[in-house]
């Protein structure tokens, strides 16, 4: 059966690209202060996630292309950028 305008509209509408970005909870054993930004002396990328004292290692890392990804990644944990590299 042909689904009507009113129907297909509406189910674009869910579908928006514009729907609001879902905050994550910090994962535990961590907090907002073991995130770290940590660059390659090859390559010179950088990439950011928390940081695990035991392992020595990021987790949960994330390219970083400009400063609004290190915002992005505060953001998708409801924290707030202070705008300084640690």
Do not use: H, Q
């Amino acid at each position: 059966m042909m689904e009507g305008v009113s129907g297909l509209s509406a189910r674009l509408n869910n579908m928006s690209i514009f729907a609001k970005k879902a905050v994550y909870s910090i994962p535990e054993p961590f907090a907002a202060d073991d995130i770290k930004i940590e660059t390659s002396i090859c390559t010179g990328e950088k990439t950011i996630g928390f940081y695990d004292k035991a392992t020595r290692k990021l987790v949960y890392a994330e390219l970083v292309r400009s400063e609004s990804d290190i915002a992005d990644f505060y953001k998708k944990y409801g924290l707030k950028w202070s705008g300084k590299m640690k």
